[in-house]
């Protein structure tokens, strides 16, 4: 077994990795970048190695720079985290050049299941389905839109590269492709370092199904049941739960069954996703297997009781799998909610800054995995997650019950958070009846507005933080040095 | 004593008679009794006719923002916003201009001063936290001014591009 | 289903019972004494009612007084948590008299079964082993000092109405009976309002193993597994995990049986637990039938999934066990420490005071039921719990990984705590070996102190300290209201 | 710097050299090379020779409780022990009484002035958090004043009996 990690990642998940590293007696060490030098991650690390100015690109995409610090560190491994480095086969080849083990799958499996295309291409010769469209890239708009009109409007322009919501554009009808495909593939160039498109149907009316998988390097090969992840705001993810509702025993088992043919056919090892959609009439198409640990795999640790990132680790140093797929019985529902610093009464759009005050919720089924604190800065520069918050109950309605309950205690001051917008998500009739699409946030929250009934309460609330004194001037007592500004400390900005 | 507050944009007048920690409050259609004890620098419970509400309280420079049950409200003094804002620019001033709707960078500016520009016609091209958001044209007018270039780190408060309407 | 509940109780367990209330949509009023103005289940209730001066017999014992709150907010029900009346068949009566629903068994069930020599009657009439002893009580010293001559000694002084490791004194030689027999009498009095007596065997090598059990008002009655719970100091409990390492499957069932069996022998209904004694020979010996949620009740729920607090409320709602004893099937391995403000460097002694700094753990397999916050006043007048830290994991030695992790993460200030103690039992030899026994503490960490390596550390963090300039002196903000000492409250102190 | 520092009532003496956010410590047997952040008002991420080391620090009137890895450390300023405790009592005149332990409330009290008691006899009881702790005679002799009654709340500093000593 390893004796040291190096988490090429930041936030929640550096610390969601480093939490299990410390159950296995595995030291750690974090790299950072110049926004994050008080980050969770780097406090909480055995040792913390910097990399350079915030832009991804000189420091959690520079595989110089983290190379040479897991070889001054002496770690003996790499875990990627998801985003970032993590899909990328070329990282994956150095480390094992290196001679640092990456903890995921080979070069070669995340360099053809990266590629949507090479993807698409072996699912097709391992009988599994896969979504109406492309299996080439394609650059002439032209022969776009003769795809398009041949797969019949609305489309999806993607990225090959693409994940996490980045480098995909739906399109409604011709006249959109042009910018679609200028935009994502810019979005797609900046985010992976590879701009190239293709496109594929879309469908309005579709649920997003994944199979959590594990594979060692000895052809053990098993799943770990599914997730739901429909509820998406910019074909992101920020509600999953499992198990879905959608699932007949019999469907669960053709999914997942799948899931391990599509993994067997990658020459899969490591912890995997494999992505379908389900559509109204119950057929199911592969998407895409994610090759990383998925920003959801609580919602399926809380069912299973397998700890995925020590799987992951146990694997990578060439254990057998020690759980075969009778061993994986799911118990209860689990719920996730991603907290982003973003303001979902304004489309969205992100809300870096200071966390002045932050109580995050606890309790029996209540799970936090948090990478920020009260007094930290949330930067500008990387994706806004502040925690993943989820809940495991013994059925759907208690862990919805839950999930509200722990919403409600879960306080963010200085930052945005979509907390009120997921209350009433999980409120909301079509949730409760399970009748999610991917298309639920447009369909029943566009131009949502929060429902703010205790107004009188706050103006009371009001009067008596003025009553309070002293303790309401609380920030003052900061040093002169710390300012209310996010700003002060990046540099050249235009003030 | 009575307060005009602003509520989530919305002007609400109260009346509150406080001793001690105790507040009488009576608002237009309903009155409440009140007491309040302080928790912590920023948590205040509350009691409101008997029953319990934790308040969070951030105070960002006389705009206080309150969590209760989970729910934010904006609140703030509207007598001290009147007195602030005599003499400045009104904020309707804002839908001249075009601005950032957050801390972001610039990735692309699609306009040059005098070019004539239609209701949502794309002028800016902005990103933070690796989304990108393009600024539209509030109105037809033509372009007055462009105070941003690509690579620029922007704040909600600087205007990007003057307009002058039709 | 009830609308609202009661909780006569405080700290720790008041919100732990809130929580699974909210889960539930039930509204919750709290009571609560001079000492608990400020405290979390006042706080995080939904009304809260004021009882009367701190000591408990004015305040948490005081039947009246919460009869009283429960009419006045129309309460339906009363949860008794642990500890103060949840054991007093007085009050059940008192409850079921006056309409309000008592949630746990009925009062003849806990006048039963809360007399020891009571229950040791039915027990040994059902044909479940008792521990040798008297089964009467007994004022006259010398007949307690002959009876105490045949058992052998040691003996234990034990108070009838005993229980939560008070009214309870070994006694080695004849000598001590006279002093042991007072102050366990008058400690029992104090608490409970009976000051009766009798001995038993004292068993120096042995252990204690519990079984939890569930029964409805339909004559459902099932067992939930066993909890080891051999750790102790001044006979209470302070570590606990589950399973067992001393139960053989076939011991487990046995045990398992003769629960269910004292359960039916003494009509049990609600959530109970059946205490044993296991010897070194593995004969097992029935103590006691605890009638009430046991401080230790989240482990039994972390592996077997099971939310105890739910099911106590449905039951007394005259729900069906909607549980067969089939669909308990423990997973994985759970421990909890008893997080106190004591001093284990001093005989355990209590620390209460200003609580100035916390930070809980938080991660995935941890759950931390805490009663207080950064700020509040530990109060002199009750037990100094502070929370309970409980882990879940796939093994035994994965799980004391984690507590260890857990422990180190749990930071107080301002008031001491046996955290650094239980992270050396967990690390010790004769515990990673499971060889736990009541004697365990006084065996190994007798006269026990910290091993504390990381002293130049320590000074350089002293350094560190002195010069961060004003961060340091973060307490001067404070109002000139709020004070250093944890007394000024109190009223009529000595100073 | 010199720095004469007691961690848990040991004496120890180092040098520190301090730059800004870095200092070089020198103790009789090692040398460390540190750097401190603030995180916030009780916690300090130290980096000590490359590895990180979180302290939670507490300044309760000059004794610092100092945890680390989940475990505490009581550092105090030596030098600054000897000025304020020159011309008290000494320490040592605490072997003449009985106190408690903590601040608890007397159940009994067992003794009366003149009593002759035998080291090991009990004198008083009290109660703290449900508990019962009995307090000792430290020595043989004559008990020369009794300060508690039953009743009373008492703090660990008050002197509840004056034994003088054989």
Redesign the interface.
Known sequence: MFDKILIANRGEIAL?VI??C????IKTVAVYSDAD??AGH???????IYLGPSEPSLSYLNMDGIIAAAKQTQAQAIHPGYGFLSENHEFAQRCRDEGIVFIGPTAEVIRNLGDKITSRKIMVAGGVPVTPGLIHCETEMIALMDAAEKIGYPVLVKATAGGGG?GIRIVNSPEEIGEAVA?AS??ALK?FGNGEVYIEKFFSKARHIEFQILADKHGNTIHLFERECSIQR?HQKIIEETPSLALTPELRHKMGAAAVKAAKASHYENAGTVEFLLDEGNHFYFLEINTRLQVEH?IT?MTT???LVKHQIEIAAGKKLGLRQKDI?P??HAIECRIY?EDPE?DF?????KI??M??P????I????GV???FEVP?????ILSKLVVH??TRD?AV??MI?A?????V??VKTP??FM?DVLNSRPFRNSEVFTDFIETHFSGWK???D????????????A??????N?H????AKET?S??DT?G???? | MEYNLIVNQEKKSIDAVISDQNIKVQTKSKAYNASFMTISDYHILLNVDGQNFNAYVWNDGGTKTVIIKGRSYEVLDADLVEQNSSGEKSFASNARVVASPMPAVVICVLAQVGDRVKKGQGLVIVSAMKMETTLFAPFDGTISGINAKEGDKVMPADILVDIEKD
Chains 1, 3 share one sequence.
């Open positions: 969601r939490n299990t410390r159950d296995m007696g030098q008080k780097v406090i909480f690390s055995d040792e913390a980045k935009s810019r979005e985010a910019r609580p640790e009781g397998v700890d019985q118990r209860g610093a304004h759009l992100p809300s870096p800054g002045r005050f109580k995050e606890t309790g029996p089924g799970r936090n995995d948090c604190y009260q007094g500008v520069d990387y994706d806004p109950a013994q208690q019950s839950k309950k919403l409600q205690d879960y306080i001051l200085g907390i009120e209350m929060a429902d703010r205790l107004a009188d309460v706050a103006m009371i609330a009001f009067i008596a933080d009553l309070g004194g002293a303790r309401t609380a003052s007592y900061s040093s209310a996010p700003w990046l050249n900005w235009k003030l």
